[in-house]
Each structure stands twice: as C-alpha cells, then as structure tokens.
C-alpha cells in the first residue's frame, strides 16, 4: 500500500505517556525524505488538527495546545517520524495520522487510536 503507517497509540491514564511511530511505505519514501512531516489529529466529531511538525533538518514547531508536553523527531535513515506525548490529558484522545505538512490526500493512513481516560 502506498501510505504513511502509524502505530504506538492505545489507552492510557491521564499523565500517562505514549510514544507513537509512523512509516513511510516503501513506494513513498522519497516524500518522506523531501517534505516537512507533520503529526495531525482528529477527535470524534471534530476536524482533522495540526499537532506538531518536523523540517528534513529538525526544526519543530508546536500546536499551542501540546508545547511542552509533546516532542516530535524524525530518523530520516529508517523513514520513520515519532512523537513522545507526555503528560497526556483526555483531551488528547484522538486518532493520530501523519502526512506531510503539505498533507498528500492519497497517502493518509489508518492512523492509530489514543485514548486518554481520567
């Protein structure tokens, strides 16, 4: 399949922490090595967010609502993008995707499910 596959997600306490992974397919590798990469999310109900993203050089940037809590990287050799969430609130609970910045509608995932309990 060509598309961005993401994995770690699961259920947690609030505080709790969970590292998720996503890889490129081999097929699209090429994208991850030239584009900014981005975690996104989406809540029940709600529209898709940006939560945080990654230059090829490891420049970041956050969503105000995950400064401080969440770190996102990058190993550009494995083609794979991380984010370690920390301090998890529920409302953190979501499905988290990954994509370039750029967002390829032809490349989104099936994402995988954080669940944040009180």
């Known amino acids: 399949q060509v598309q961005f596959v993401e994995s770690g997600g699961g259920l947690v306490q609030a505080g709790g922490s969970l590292r998720l992974s996503c890889r490129a397919s081999?097929?699209?590798?090429?994208?991850?090595?030239?584009?900014?990469m981005a975690w996104y999310r989406q809540a029940p109900g709600k529209q898709r967010e940006l939560v945080a993203s990654?230059?090829?050089?490891?420049?970041?940037d956050y969503a105000d609502f995950v400064k401080g809590r969440f770190t996102i990287s990058r190993d550009n050799a494995r083609k794979t993008l991380y984010l370690q969430m920390n301090t998890l609130k529920p409302e953190d609970t979501a499905v988290y995707y990954c994509?370039?910045?750029?967002?390829?509608?032809?490349?989104w995932g099936p994402g995988t499910q954080v669940t944040v309990s009180s």
């Open positions: 081999r097929t699209i590798t090429s994208v991850f090595n030239s584009h900014v």
């Open positions: 990654i230059s090829l050089g490891g420049n970041t």
């Open positions: 994509n370039p910045v750029r967002q390829y509608d032809d490349y």
